[in-house]
Structures are given as structure tokens and as C-alpha cells.
């Protein structure tokens, strides 16, 4: 992870920057089937989400991930930035 200027982006292996407009960043294996398995659960924005419903979701889309990926396991930490 890389902030500028307040601004978060995903630093990829090959010096790639991600900026997801969702907010939402993750590193790990089973990275790309939760981020997956989140927008299929929840599409809209955040932003208009309450935060502990928010932290759940996540977990939620974490324990799917841990099914399809043998490199990702429950129970799953969230971490949430409110500065």
C-alpha cells in the first residue's frame, strides 16, 4: 500500500499502482476471489454503508474467498482507517 497525498493505492509486484474506487484494498492469495465475491454481495458504494455492517460484509466475502482459496483462511481481521 502507497498513500500520496492522502490518496491509497495497491502497489503491485510488477510496480504497478491500483486505485480502487471502492475503497477497498487487500493483499493475500485469495485476494482477487474476495474482492470478487464482495462485489457480488454487496455492488453499491460504501459509502453509504454503516461501518460494522461494512466490517461484516467483508468478513463474509473473506469466508468465501477461504472455500475456492487454500491460501486463505477464517477468521479474517479488518482492519478500518477512519482518519
Not at 491509497?8 to 475503497?23: E, K, M, P, Q, V
Request: charged share 15%.
Amino acid at each position: 500500500m502507497v498513500s500520496v497525498n492522502g490518496t491509497l493505492y495497491h502497489f503491485g509486484y510488477d510496480y504497478s499502482w491500483i486505485r480502487n474506487t471502492a475503497g477497498v484494498y487487500y493483499a493475500g492469495s485469495g485476494g482477487d476471489v474476495a474482492i470478487g465475491a464482495l462485489t457480488a454481495i454487496h455492488p453499491e458504494p460504501f459509502e453509504k454503508t454503516e461501518q460494522q455492517d461494512a466490517v461484516e460484509i467483508i468478513k463474509f466475502a473473506i469466508e468465501i474467498a477461504s472455500v475456492y482459496d487454500v491460501g486463505t483462511e477464517s477468521p479474517s481481521t479488518v482492519i478500518v482507517d477512519n482518519t
